[in-house]
């Protein structure tokens, strides 16, 4: 990647001052630029830095007045931050879709069909009846398993494992050691003690735009043509634990270390915070939001609700409860003051 | 897979209504199924579908009596649920032990023996000296360190870690991604703050029909000799810790997100929910039941207990203790009241 | 590993009591080993083993005076834990470092340097512009992207993945499955509900003498040139999230399923216990000391405080609080018989 100031101003829809002939092959901030980098000039706390840096080009606000000497190139826009926003996703694009290609060893199972533009990482696995979009980016050592179909443009990091019959929609990305398919938690108790596994012959169904951070695992639904789903949209963190028939809303966001139970509908555009941990057989309203290291043991009903505590509560009661809690004892104490007075008063107690 | 549905009546001790000769695929929900594919009927509210089902046979009770014209071939037999289930049974052991054979590449060290009818998945890794029984199914991206020992008819999920020294029994399941036998944590405070590593020399011993659940990690134990255990049919989810030295007992179900520390032992036919976390060095009795997220800070001593909250408590204690945390603030002010008409009422406080 | 008594006893600095020829090849427990084996005797309740083991020999106090026949050679020594505990060190050393070479199919990217005397299993791969120092273990199935850094004598266990550009020092040692360096959880809201990914243009700095756990997950810094910091010594249990741009000072040791948000600082020398949740933009001094599944949700800014529960709060006010937590039902009770005593004797309500 390399540029020159002239071409990234034109990007931009910015005007170039000073030298466009530039090359620019790294962003930075202004206060760490270095020759050939470009950097931004937005919050005035900042402006200082800009007479100093060894940026190649910096980005400014159309109407900014240097008040000393300036060594960089400016280029000149509406907007510096968001400019420099939209050349950080340029980038990002830039270094995400760079790799392509087969490395070798890799493995590539019978009656599979890969579409066009794919990387395949060295000791990635595909196996049987698999169909792949285009531009997918499958990472050193991911699994995927038989029958498996996954959409365009969607990246699997390295390590990323795919039981078989999953099925993944367009512009997923799906981080390091995530599982994807695992066996429901599914067991029937026998007469004596022990448990039998329950086949748990359903699917994972991802559908577009959803984000699966590191090590997090879906497990199958549990029946044959059931999926457990989730949504458009959906940005999962890291370590989450979604298990069997759950279906995740539209939108929704879950931070890390949080675990859904079987078969609990989450509805849209609810945000979950980290180590939360959600029962059974539950629905959850649409636009539920829910503290963190909350236990919620009921269904929501009502969209909107802000939640936390075990079992969770609405959460301004939770943190006045929770006020007169850190004075218990001294409530206790109290109480038993009263109930001496009382007695010496001779008040009976019956 | 295909068999004649005279052939699955045969397998069921049933009897077959209409063609017998007609092929079956795959198994499917009555509201659901396509010609090829066999459903069940046993509640009577789905009874409207077998009148329109595409089923090519349903597994029906021997005295049902149709009300409406019913296209699919029936099997009539004493249950139906039950005679589904074990179709769905058979068909998860053939897609399960359906695979076989040696994927190449895959690594084999020295001195190791493996047993019969193996299944070795593309980029497996098996080291040196491990002792491998028969039908046994490695898939793809498994580790197995060095002096590893695996009965029969276990199967390691893509990418399940086995560090040194492991030993499985017959009949377990490993999912994707866990960790076995990693080390121990710990550390000795040296007088600069600094901390020293303890060498983690122990193992990891799991007995037979285990499943642990996928990106799980147990840890060896501390000292040669000395194993971490898994007993016979524990079942465990995803995502759990288990620390060095810690033993769990026969039959005993823990769901996600659970963590034990180190040393700890639980008992028999123990039900710990998810995000339990257990501290270090307890003695857990055989069928306690452990509620979701509650913190275990004290051995259990007396079988049988249920408990919640953290500390943990009684279940139903904490409940009626949780009951007035959510009137705590109106608590406060009845007690302020009282304290009021005490003084207004002219009793001394001492 | 070989060594006779004689040369052990010289690497001990003791003296043989004894045949000093035989050869001894594993450590073992004084009640345990078998013959070729060495144990050692410190506390006294264990002295009845000396006189029955098969250990070839056995450590001892310099002042030991046996009351029987002991058949194994004596170590005479000042310590005998402490010998005991070198010789676990050492022997650990070398298994530890026994493996070297490169195993094949393995793969190297262009451009990347490796020092001397590494051990590169089979399946690893090392991608692009890749710095490795000496003696460095990289297990099989070990992912290392394009530009990363590795100083000497680090460890990653199989299945270890690297994010590009992460930095990690020296005498590390990486669990297997830990995922360093995958995208911080950012996501900007956008009108339509929708959430737009922020890209993830930092990386993770891990220095020396650093300990990660197994399935661990440690995101990277936001923007280009921070980093999520890891400081010397720091010793860090299994399946911990650390998001992006956290800092973890020196010594700190944090134990299994904590979770810490972004953007958090954490001090040198201070203790998290398991399955602690700490959010986001917070400041927690130095010796802080936080117990299991406590949720940290303000800064804190004095050393040395010891605390618990949700949001924490100093430990003994907590259980003191908790105490009477668990009498609440009771304290109700007693509230509600005090203000019909107190209405009975004729005190008005205002």
Redesign the interface.
Known sequence: MEFSIAQIATMLGGEVKGDGTAKIN????IQ?AKKGQIAFLSNPKYEQFIYTTQASAVIVKKDFQGKKNINSSLILVDDPYNSFTLL??E??KLISFQKSGI?E?S?LGEKSVIGQNIYR???S?IGSNVRIGDNVKI???V?V?DNVVIGNNTIL???V?L??DTHIGNNC?I???A?IG??G?G?APQED???K?I?Q?GNVLIED?V?I???S?I?CAT???DSTIIRK?V?M???I?I?HNVEIG??T?I???T?I?GSTKIG??CVLA??V?I?GHLVIANNTSIG??A?I?KSIKDEGERLI???A?DIK?YF??????????D??T??R???E??S??G???N
């Open positions: 790294m962003l930075a901030k760490d950080l996703e980038y990002h490395e060893p493995y990482g060295a000791f696995y990472y050193p050592h699994y398993g990091h390295a390590n494992k039981y078989a990305v981080h390091a050691g599982v695992s066996d938690f067991f003690k022990t448990y596994t086949p012959l735009n984000t951070g590191a090590n695992v497990d029946m044959f043509g949209g940005k963190d890291n370590l634990q298990a539209k939108n966001v931070a890390a270390q675990g139970s849209e555009n980290g180590q941990g029962a963190a290291q236990g043991s505590g075990y079992p509560v009661d006045k409860s929770y006020a007169v809690f850190k004075q218990l004892p409530l206790n109290r109480l003051q009263l109930e007075r009382m010496r008063s008040v009976s107690e």
